[in-house]
T-cell receptor, first 112, second 113 residues
């Protein structure tokens, strides 16, 4: 099965600190894409960051960066300088030639 | 508004009734996905379309579920003979290709009583 696993159901971090969310995946494809999505309490899913599997360089979007380890099939998300607005469910997802598959999510709490 | 829109936002139905949801993707997006999400869980894949062709349907989907995307534009998801276990948020998403991000609608929350 081509699955996505998030082993941390919940994480919390102090405001302004850094937190890392873990994700591992399974795939038989050589060409695929990885995403982190954020779902705030209003429940509309929005994209945080995207990584192409063929690129060795880790993607970065402002305070958000990833650590992509292709051989280990690992794709973690680092949030720097955490803000109260970062509180949400975070989902890791893998997209190959076929469907987009999501992990179970990590609920991130920001402590003021 | 150029985002993904879903209708209705909320639906309450009695067990055994049929329901139909609609999704209007972003114009020119070729891919359209349907997911089901229960509280605190990740989106569970139901089915997806490439233009008007339904390319995959989850094995978790019973025969009571059917989806269409006529002419490769909007899509409908129908649930026949609803059961209490069908209560969930139904999410629709669209993307331009398999390599680009998926944009999500706000979902349709179904409650079966």
């Amino acid at each position: 099965a081509q699955t996505v696993t998030q082993s941390q159901p919940e994480m919390s971090v102090q405001e302004a600190e850094t937190v890392t969310l873990s994700c591992t995946y399974d795939t038989s494809e050589s060409d695929y894409y990885l995403f982190w999505y954020k779902q705030p309490p209003s429940r509309q899913m929005i994209l945080v960051i995207r990584q192409e599997a063929y690129k060795q360089q880790n993607a970065t979007e402002n305070r958000f960066s990833v650590n992509f380890q292709k051989a280990a099939k690992s794709f973690s998300l680092k949030i720097s300088d955490s803000q109260l607005g970062d509180a949400a469910m975070y989902f890791c997802a893998r997209q190959g030639a076929q469907k987009l598959v999501f992990g179970q999510g990590t609920r991130l709490t920001i402590n003021p | 508004d150029t985002g993904v829109s879903q209708d209705p936002r909320h639906k309450i139905t009695k067990r055994g009734q049929n329901v139909t949801f609609r999704c209007d993707p972003i114009s020119e997006h070729n891919r359209l996905y349907w997911y089901r999400q229960t509280l605190g869980q990740g989106p569970e894949f139901l089915t997806y379309f490439q233009n008007e062709a339904q390319l995959e349907k989850s094995r978790l989907l019973s025969d009571r579920f059917s989806a269409e995307r006529p002419k490769g534009s909007f899509s409908t998801l129908e649930i026949q003979r609803t059961e209490q276990g069908d209560s969930a948020m139904y999410l629709c998403a669209s993307s331009l290709t398999s390599a680009t991000e998926a944009f999500f609608g706000q979902g349709t929350r179904l409650t079966v009583v």
